[in-house]
């Protein structure tokens, strides 16, 4: 109560901003993730890792755009190459001296995708991922995971409205060898593919246990299924993503976010085998298009990116300092008795209210979601910007003493909202 009244007061413009934009866009918004009660901030820029909202307020942005957000707003080589693509002009409508270059870099980075097809993002990329599986293995389901997000419409919430197009879907809690083993020895033959995040994101990023991969990479093949790993988030843990860490390759890889450097991006692949089917050359040709699949913008963005920036020793680097940080905060949470858990893996975490860590969205406990909407609203009077569902975002730009105000702010707006609860 008085967090919202203080909330209220200290963002006139916002609200008054977000009263207008009511007029054309239902309840002011485009992007239902970004709404929170009573109203969202509006934000007028952001530069490196901080944003600065209508009001002047500024915050450290730990939102990170949901994962694009790794290089920070402002990185400089991403922006020279923004602008040199610039000078250049801008969708060519032809092949451009950009896409093969992104498309190499990610395959050294990540192998399994021996060949790959751009998009505009993460959605767009399981969406043709998803179709590609079900027309090389002529079978109709897909198996996906209780609580999992794989875009706006393909998306497996335990409770609420989902608006997914109408696939034939098999949902198994995630985490759980048995259950997914029941149901492949019951559905296996009707399952083209098997898509699972390799860190249940949006139901609170849980990582997936070596077992449970191994589990799905095994079932997947014994059944003649592909399983497909959507690294649209983590792909930026670590060097090769998680399929580089846990040593499991997949048969397709679906890609987006922080790979077109800060701007709209998707990428799907695997292997040879499958991906050929969309050589315009070949004798059953798959048409895939899209005016904006190789926006020179955004590749050149995403080349820079990881040739420059985020190379693999920065990868690795990066995530073992925001390792350290989750490391850190989980001990600090428990050295002062709080109940509060910090799941995640590197620069991708997520509070959780318990004695234990939740494995899949089921054992998410009940009081989570209201502590998260209390430390998201208190961290806005620190100064630390979370998304509204309160997923934590570490980005390139953020130094030792801003994740040390990170962290304090996160503990401190624990301790004093737990008591709420
Ligand atoms: N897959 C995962 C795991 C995601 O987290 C997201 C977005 O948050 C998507 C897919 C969809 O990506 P986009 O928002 O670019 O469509």
């Known amino acids: 109560g008085e967090l919202t009244e203080r909330y209220v007061a200290a963002h006139p413009r916002s609200r008054a901003l977000m009263e207008q934009a009511g007029q054309h866009l239902p309840g002011g918004n485009t992007r239902s993730v970004l709404h929170f009660e009573p109203f969202p901030l509006v934000m007028e820029s952001g530069w490196a890792d901080r944003l600065r909202d209508v009001d002047s307020s500024e915050y450290i942005d730990c939102a990170g755009e949901f994962s694009a957000g790794l290089y920070g707003h402002s990185d400089p080589t991403i922006r020279a190459a923004i602008e040199a693509a610039l000078d250049n002009g801008l969708v060519l409508g032809a092949p451009n001296r950009y896409e093969a270059r992104l498309a190499e870099l990610i395959a050294q980075r990540f192998p399994s995708l021996e060949q790959m097809r751009f998009c505009n993002s993460g959605t767009e990329a399981n969406l043709l991922a998803v179709m590609t599986a079900r027309i090389v293995t002529g079978r109709d389901s897909i198996l996906v995971f209780s609580g999992a997000y794989h875009g706006g419409v393909l998306s497996y919430p335990t409770g609420g409205n989902a608006m997914n197009v109408p696939l034939d879907v098999v949902m198994t809690p995630f985490n759980d060898v048995e259950s997914f083993t029941s149901v492949m020895s019951q559905q296996g033959p009707k399952i083209a593919a098997v898509l699972v995040e390799p860190v249940l994101g949006a139901a609170g990023n849980m990582v997936a246990s070596q077992e449970f991969l191994e589990a799905l990479r095994k079932l997947t093949r014994d059944h003649g299924a592909l399983l497909i790993f959507d690294e649209v988030k983590t792909s930026r843990l670590g060097e090769g993503g998680?399929?580089?860490?846990?040593?499991?390759?997949?048969?397709?890889?679906?890609?987006?976010?922080?790979?077109?450097?800060?701007?709209?991006?998707?990428?799907?692949?695997?292997?040879?085998h499958v991906m050929e089917r969309f050589d315009p050359g070949h004798p059953d040709a798959l048409k895939h298009a899209g005016t904006f699949n190789n926006n020179p913008l955004s590749l050149a963005a995403g080349?820079?990116?990881?040739?420059?920036?985020?190379?693999?020793?920065?990868?690795?680097?990066?995530?073992?300092?925001?390792?350290?940080?989750?490391?850190?905060?989980?001990?600090?949470?428990?050295?002062?008795?709080?109940?509060?858990?910090?799941?995640?893996?590197?620069?991708?975490?997520?509070?959780?209210?318990?004695?234990?860590?939740?494995?899949?969205?089921?054992?998410?406990?009940?009081?989570?979601?209201?502590?998260?909407?209390?430390?998201?609203?208190?961290?806005?009077?620190?100064?630390?910007?979370?998304?509204?569902?309160?997923?934590?975002?570490?980005?390139?730009?953020?130094?030792?003493?801003?994740?040390?105000?990170?962290?304090?702010?996160?503990?401190?707006?624990?301790?004093?909202?737990?008591?709420?609860?």
Do not use: W
Request: with cysteine; charged share 25%; proline share 3%.
């Open 242 to 272: 998680m399929q580089g860490r846990t040593a499991i390759t997949p048969d397709m890889t679906t890609l987006g976010k922080y790979l077109g450097g800060g701007l709209s991006f998707g990428a799907f692949g695997g292997t040879r």
């Open 303 to 421: 080349i820079a990116g990881l040739r420059e920036v985020f190379t693999r020793e920065r990868a690795e680097e990066f995530l073992s300092i925001s390792e350290r940080f989750r490391e850190e905060l989980a001990s600090e949470l428990k050295r002062r008795g709080l109940p509060v858990q910090v799941s995640g893996l590197g620069s991708i975490l997520s509070l959780h209210y318990g004695e234990t860590l939740p494995r899949n969205a089921e054992a998410v406990h009940p009081a989570t979601m209201k502590l998260r909407r209390l430390v998201h609203l208190d961290c806005l009077e620190k100064g630390v910007y979370l998304t509204a569902r309160g997923d934590i975002f570490l980005s390139l730009p953020m130094t030792e003493g801003t994740l040390t105000h990170l962290k304090d702010s996160l503990v401190a707006s624990a301790e004093s909202e737990v008591a709420y609860l």
